[in-house]
């Protein structure tokens, strides 16, 4: 039986910030510079999508069914695509059309969401997969992780999704004595089968390929044919795995590097004992051998092979916790543009800059980083992430008065008939529904006092207290009527008092005072009485 021989690239481009000054906050919300990301896609697509694309549409034609690669493009990738070089994603969709080409599932804005938030790395993931399915009619059955970032955890999260292939790096402290060179399963869900990266003969491409200093120096398809030959004899597949712009832009075509891949299939094919694979498919070839234990998170980056590149200072957690902490809000809001940014914002590659590794790997992080230290990378990225809180904040305070309103709208159909008077509900409901062609609960909406008669309200809850007043003092005549009613003697002796402390009280007033005989009226005539002084007055 042939071994396996696996190809895959990784294709992301990362956005870059544009310098946001402190002063900038809470005035500027651009904070992409677009100069620089539409100059560097097309720089990028002259030199290695369109011209790296359009080798392998050759040797697919030359070669047919028996090579075969595999692709993750991110989402931000693809946006940038469509904006600044729709050629390029045209030249991966005549790709797509060939069946050779297998397009991977991976997080839409290359995030690193497994590390700190499930929920939304599930979210990146589902949002990503429509997307591969959208342009390349393939619906991903391989899942490969921002940097190849795997764990127990996010492996069996994975398989919790119903992906049956997970890629990672072949970690030499995790491997100890195995080799990466067989298939291997996730130890909490089995059926998640894991391919390994050789990272040794990935890298003799992706990074030594041009370097004049190395013993190995220059490279050639034989002489790689020779070293896939020299494998042991038990092992089953080697995987590799690079970013795609290693060809034409880390190792530039005057290097040799497309002569050197449109020759390696055919060198493969007549000179190994090697078949070129998808991942999928060679899942369904070869066994797991043995379920793989990894506590810890790892990477492809760096000679560590784990998240510091990332996560690895002060710096960069205090960034990725500040950004982090604003998920609860962003889906509180369910603002598409905002959502939207949230997810850019939690692209790798900002926290990638902000490393302060200075030894084996910085120049490799240097390559790669646009500002000249990682410290004026973390307070350019804080200034921006600064001004998007708040813009969250300020939504969030009038999504919350919305909701504030519109919960006093927010009545059922009954309750509103109940509130409404029904016949009139019933001369016009019907009638509004036709004419405006809308639902009964709309127009019972519009049957309802508008705010104008609510503000009204509060004149109606007096008039009850007037009223209350006048019941309070009716009963009070009545009671002295009811007791003089009887004993007519004893109503005028209790009245005689009555009559002095109104005299009392009305010396002010002498007129009052001179006409004793009115209160004698007021037994007779009980209201008109009162009613006859202002007249006089």
């Known amino acids: 039986m042939k071994k396996t021989l696996c190809l895959y690239f990784q294709v992301h481009q990362p956005m870059r910030l544009r310098q946001y000054r402190f002063f900038d906050i809470g005035a500027k919300q651009d904070y992409y510079d677009e100069y620089a990301n539409r100059s560097i896609m097309q720089k990028v697509a002259s030199r290695c999508y369109l011209p790296m694309n359009r080798v392998l549409l050759e040797l697919i034609a030359e070669h047919?069914?028996?090579?075969?690669?595999?692709?993750?493009?991110?989402?931000?990738?693809?946006?940038?695509?469509?904006?600044?070089?729709?050629?390029?994603?045209?030249?991966?969709?005549?790709?797509?059309?060939?069946?050779?080409?297998?397009?991977?599932?991976?997080?839409?804005a290359h995030s690193l969401a497994s590390l700190k938030d499930f929920g939304e790395f599930e979210e990146q993931?589902?949002?990503?997969?429509?997307?591969?399915?959208?342009?390349?009619?393939?619906?991903?059955?391989?899942?490969?992780?921002?940097?190849?970032?795997?764990?127990?955890?996010?492996?069996?999260?994975?398989?919790?999704?119903?992906?049956?292939?997970?890629?990672?790096?072949?970690?030499?402290?995790?491997?100890?004595?195995?080799?990466?060179?067989?298939?291997?399963?996730?130890?909490?869900?089995?059926?998640?089968?894991?391919?390994?990266?050789?990272?040794?003969?990935?890298?003799?491409?992706?990074?030594?390929?041009?370097?004049?200093?190395?013993?190995?120096?220059?490279?050639?398809?034989?002489?790689?044919?020779?070293w896939l030959n020299n494998i042991a004899a038990k092992d089953e597949i080697v995987n590799l795995f690079m970013d795609y712009e290693t060809f034409g832009e880390h190792q530039s075509m005057e290097t040799g590097i497309f002569a050197f891949f449109r020759r390696l299939p055919e060198q493969v094919l007549t000179h190994s004992k090697f078949e070129f694979l998808t991942p999928g498919k060679a899942a369904k070839k070869h066994r797991a051998v043995a379920p793989l234990h990894v506590p810890y998170p790892i990477s492809w980056a760096d000679e560590e092979r784990d998240v510091s590149a990332w996560l690895g200072n002060e710096l960069q957690n205090e960034a990725v916790d500040k950004l982090y902490q604003l998920t609860k809000k962003i889906k509180q809001i369910n603002e598409k543009n905002l959502l939207h940014e949230f997810r850019r914002l939690q692209a790798s590659d900002h926290f990638y800059y902000m490393c302060t590794k200075f030894f084996s790997d910085g120049a490799v992080h240097k390559y790669f980083n646009p500002y000249n230290t990682p410290y004026e990378a973390f307070i350019n990225y804080m200034n921006a992430l600064s001004d998007f809180t708040i813009r969250v904040n300020n939504h969030v305070e009038k999504s919350n008065t919305k909701k504030q309103k519109v919960s006093k709208k927010s009545l059922t159909l009954q309750e509103i008939l109940i509130n409404t008077n029904l016949k009139l509900v019933k001369q016009k409901l019907k009638k509004t529904v036709m004419s405006k062609r809308i639902s009964p609960l709309a127009a019972a909406l519009e049957l309802e006092p508008k705010p104008a008669a609510k503000k009204a309200a509060p004149k109606k809850k007096a008039a009850p207290k007037k009223k209350v007043v006048a019941k309070k003092a009716a009963p009070k005549k009545k009671v002295v009527a009811k007791k003089a009613a009887p004993k007519k003697k004893v109503v005028a002796k209790k009245a005689a008092p009555k009559k002095k402390v109104v005299a009392k009280k009305a010396a002010p007033k002498k007129k009052v005072v001179a006409k004793k005989a009115a209160p004698k009226k007021v037994v007779a005539k009980k209201a008109p009485a009162k009613k006859a002084a202002p007249k006089k007055k």
């Open 125 to 226: 993931i589902i949002l990503h997969r429509a997307l591969i399915k959208k342009h390349f009619k393939q619906t991903p059955t391989v899942f490969r992780n921002t940097e190849l970032i795997y764990s127990d955890d996010i492996g069996a999260k994975i398989a919790g999704m119903g992906y049956s292939v997970m890629l990672t790096e072949g970690a030499r402290h995790v491997l100890g004595w195995k080799s990466p060179n067989y298939i291997y399963s996730n130890p909490e869900r089995p059926e998640l089968k894991l391919l390994l990266k050789n990272y040794r003969l990935s890298d003799d491409i992706a990074f030594r390929f041009s370097d004049r200093g190395w013993s190995e120096w220059p490279l050639t398809a034989e002489k790689y044919v020779g």
């Open 64 to 108: 047919g069914d028996a090579f075969q690669v595999s692709f993750s493009i991110t989402g931000t990738a693809i946006e940038q695509f469509e904006k600044y070089a729709p050629e390029v994603l045209d030249s991966f969709k005549a790709l797509a059309k060939t069946g050779s080409v297998e397009f991977l599932s991976e997080t839409y």
